[in-house]
């Protein structure tokens, strides 16, 4: 599977896997100091930013096989990963299969019940429609804070602090992908994501605590699906702790991802 994708520093690898909608460029808040330390591969998933739709249905079960292929292209069995939102669903997806390294999940979906699968979809459905509509004056809206506050509230707790860049470039990529109204069909209504306590590395798994997509109380059932995973919580932060919290995102990322992380969760 062919994934347009960036390489940054030098070191042991470390996959990086965006959201719902999103782009490699959604981890520039953290990318220069993960590639101080590491070989940072950044992909664009199938149906969004460079990367072309899957050909077939578009579902959680189907961008694993293909970041899997991608992997194996690419030389990076067992690599470690770092996912958020959708990717963190994708990277545990990958962790519960074997497939991946150390492993760490910010936000992740896929662990909704009852009404808040439908406080989900029905967010974000209007939502996206309203920045796609909202395109040919983008740009203006996020140099401004009050259009940042506006259109990525669910996304971010302070989003009138974010990077005019980042948060249009997100912007950009959430309206233009080809595959985003189907996942997010099968994201609210489809299955749960399993579990497992045998996974090759170890799991951090953190979650903002002023979560608006994924709500936080989704958390301790993440935690219970994978039992051996540790829970951090990101004070103050939404969705995207890695743009609300980048520094502690990051420190956390290569702490968890460190060897000797990993020797500890293979003595354990």
Same mark, same amino acid.
């Given at each position: 599977?062919?994934?347009?994708?960036?390489?940054?520093?030098?070191?042991?690898?470390?996959?990086?896997?965006?959201?719902?909608?999103?782009?490699?460029?959604?981890?520039?808040?953290?990318?220069?100091?993960?590639?101080?330390?590491?070989?940072?591969?950044?992909?664009?998933?199938?149906?969004?930013? !460079?990367?072309?739709?899957?050909?077939?249905?578009?579902?959680?079960?189907?961008?694993?096989?293909?970041?899997?292929?991608?992997?194996?292209?690419?030389?990076?069995?067992? $690599?470690?990963?770092?996912?958020?939102?959708?990717?963190?669903?994708?990277?545990?997806?990958?962790?519960?299969?074997?497939?991946?390294?150390?492993?760490?999940?910010?936000?992740?979906?896929?662990?909704?019940?009852?009404?808040?699968?439908?406080?989900?979809?029905?967010?974000?459905?209007?939502?996206?429609?309203?920045?796609?509509?909202?395109?040919? $004056?983008?740009?203006?809206?996020?140099?401004?804070?009050?259009?940042?506050?506006?259109?990525?509230?669910?996304?971010?707790?302070?989003?009138?602090?974010?990077?005019?860049? $980042?948060?249009?470039?997100?912007?950009?990529?959430?309206?233009?992908?080809?595959?985003?109204? !189907?996942?997010?069909?099968?994201?609210?209504?489809?299955?749960?994501?399993?579990?497992?306590?045998?996974?090759?590395?170890?799991?951090?798994?953190?979650?903002?605590?002023?979560?608006?997509?994924?709500?936080?109380?989704?958390?301790?059932?993440?935690?219970?699906?994978?039992?051996?995973?540790?829970?951090?919580?990101? !004070?103050?932060?939404?969705?995207?702790?890695?743009?609300?919290?980048?520094?502690?995102?990051?420190?956390?990322?290569?702490?968890?991802?460190?060897?000797?992380?990993?020797?500890?969760? !293979?003595?354990?």
């Amino acid at each position: 599977m062919e994934m347009n994708h960036v390489r940054r520093g030098s070191g042991r690898p470390l996959l990086l896997v965006h959201g719902l909608g999103g782009s490699w460029r959604t981890w520039g808040p953290v990318l220069d100091e993960l590639a101080a330390e590491r070989e940072v591969i950044a992909v664009d998933l199938p149906g969004h930013g !460079e990367t072309a739709p899957l050909p077939g249905e578009a579902s959680i079960d189907t961008l694993a096989d293909a970041v899997a292929s991608f992997l194996t292209a690419q030389d990076l069995e067992g $690599v470690d990963v770092v996912g958020n939102s959708m990717g963190g669903r994708l990277v545990l997806e990958l962790a519960r299969r074997g497939e991946v390294g150390a492993t760490v999940a910010l936000d992740p979906g896929g662990f909704w019940e009852g009404w808040e699968r439908y406080f989900f979809y029905a967010t974000l459905a209007p939502s996206i429609r309203l920045v796609r509509l909202l395109q040919p $004056v983008m740009g203006r809206l996020m140099n401004s804070a009050a259009g940042r506050t506006l259109l990525l509230a669910q996304l971010s707790a302070r989003p009138w602090d974010l990077p005019a860049d $980042v948060a249009l470039e997100e912007m950009r990529t959430f309206a233009d992908s080809p595959s985003f109204d !189907e996942l997010l069909r099968r994201l609210a209504f489809g299955p749960g994501q399993p579990g497992t306590d045998s996974a090759p590395g170890p799991i951090v798994i953190g979650w903002g605590r002023e979560d608006r997509v994924t709500l936080p109380r989704q958390a301790k059932r993440a935690a219970n699906r994978f039992p051996n995973a540790r829970l951090h919580w990101f !004070e103050g932060c939404g969705h995207y702790p890695h743009w609300d919290a980048p520094d502690e995102a990051a420190r956390l990322i290569l702490a968890s991802t460190a060897r000797d992380a990993r020797s500890e969760a !293979e003595s354990n």
